[in-house]
Structures are given as C-alpha cells and as structure tokens.
C-alpha cells in the first residue's frame, strides 16, 4: 500500500511538471541576452523587457486590455452582487431557472458562446465594437462572480441585518453598513476573477473585437505568426506574473478582511 502512494505521488510530480516546465522556460528564457532561445543561456539580461516597453503596439494592447479588464470587472462585480442579493435574499418567481441562465455560460464552450453571441448580434444588424467586446466579457465572467458572492451572502446571517434595521437603520444603510463589509472579500474576489479572466481571455475577444484593437493575448497571437521573438518570452512572462500574482494577492486581501471581519 505504501508503494501504491508512492507512485501516485511520483506520478502527481510528473503531471505538474509536464504542465508547468513549458512555463518555467518562457520565464527563464526572458532573461535571456541571446536573441535565440536556446540552452545554456550565453547571459542574464533585461534586454527584452526594455525592447517590450519600447513597443508602441503592444503597450497599446496593454492599456486596452487593463481598461477592458477593469471595466468588466465593474460591470459583472456590480451586477453580480445585485443578483446574488436578488436570488439569496428576496423570493423571486422562477430563481432556481434565473440562477441557471446566470451560470449558463460557464457549462458553454466559450468557442460556441463567441460564435453564438456574434451570430446574434450580427442578426440584430449589430457591427463589431468595443461595446460589444465588453458585452462578451461580462457575459463570460459574470457567472464567476455570482457564485464567489453567492456563496458568501449564504453565510452571513439574515438576523444580523435584521437587527440593524429594528434599529432604525433603512434597507439600503443596512446593505452598506452591514451587509457588505461582511461581504466585501468575496466581492473583491469576485472582481479579481473577472479582471483576470478578461485579461487573460482569447477565444472570445479573436471574434468579438472590431479591427484594429488588440488585447495583450491576441497581440501575443498575432506575433507568433510571423516569428517567435524573444519579445513574446518577456510578454508571457508579464502575463503570467499578471494572472498569477492577481489572484493570489486578491486571496491574501480577502483572507486578511475575511480575518478581520471575524473579529
């Protein structure tokens, strides 16, 4: 039995590094002096990350990105707040078949959702835009967020908000006083998962985005088709610190209020 665990411990090992090894050389590789990605490295610089800087398209997607990334974060944090209050604590006709329709697109294919969406507003005589490139970026990223604050408003108990209203507090002072303070780390993760899906997302915005726009990801795409540049490692890199330093800082933030409301 004990080599049996042994195995499934080896064998965990491999399937992470299988993963995570194609990573940790678009990393290493950044900081490579060489323009050519090879091994050994010929020396440590941070050449690329400066040419990077220098790049007038690809800072370009970035603030498109960063300003799409943010405006769908508030845009599906606030309507996923205002529907998890909704189906949590009002009975509202039809809430399990609302709730389902809200997560819906997370059980879809974003490919399917993309085309799905674009038939439709192309049906509608609707052309591409950046409305519509936020459009499908909260529809995509709204279900993360209604299950996060969901989950959360469940815990927190109707009476506490009751008691402050016997108090002479309104229904909305209620909300803001009580309601979400307690609730605020699961909103905060909330929108950090939607800003990190948008920035991150590819298979969607390929066919929601007019021409001429770019996000970092389909900027990445579009220069891997003329030749893989040195530029790209120090792009990943940037994205990977981005998608995975954000959420783990949001984690420790809503630990720490997640702590403090608790006392």
Request: glycine residues 6%; charged residues 10%; positive net charge.
């Amino acid at each position: 039995m004990r080599w049996g665990w042994q195995a499934i411990r080896l064998w965990t090992v491999l399937v992470y590094g299988f993963m995570f090894l194609p990573v940790a050389v678009v990393v290493l590789l950044s900081f490579n002096a060489s323009q050519f990605g090879a091994f050994p490295m010929t020396g440590f610089s941070l050449r690329w990350f400066v040419e990077l800087a220098q790049n007038d398209a690809i800072m370009r997607a970035f603030r498109t990105s960063i300003v799409l990334g943010l405006l769908t974060a508030a845009i599906s944090t606030t309507l996923g707040v205002l529907a998890s209050l909704a189906l949590v604590r009002y009975r509202v006709p039809g809430a399990n078949a609302i709730s389902t329709l809200l997560i819906a697109p997370i059980l879809v294919p974003e490919v399917v959702l993309a085309v799905a969406l674009l038939l439709f507003l192309n049906f509608l005589g609707l052309h591409k835009s950046f409305a519509l490139l936020l459009f499908g970026h909260v529809i995509f990223t709204l279900p993360f967020v209604i299950l996060v604050v969901q989950a959360r408003l469940i815990a927190i108990r109707r009476d506490v908000e009751e008691a402050a209203m016997s108090l002479g507090a309104s229904p909305v002072q209620a909300f803001f006083q009580i309601t979400l303070p307690l609730m605020l780390p699961a909103v905060l993760a909330g929108a950090l998962f939607a800003f990190t899906i948008s920035f991150d997302d590819i298979t969607g915005t390929l066919f929601w985005k007019p021409g001429g726009v770019e996000t970092v990801p389909t900027q990445i795409f579009a220069m891997l088709r003329n030749s893989i540049s040195p530029e790209i490692n120090a792009l990943g890199t940037v994205m990977i610190v981005m998608t995975v330093g954000l959420p783990l800082l949001g984690a420790a933030i809503a630990r720490h209020l997640a702590r403090k409301s608790g006392t």
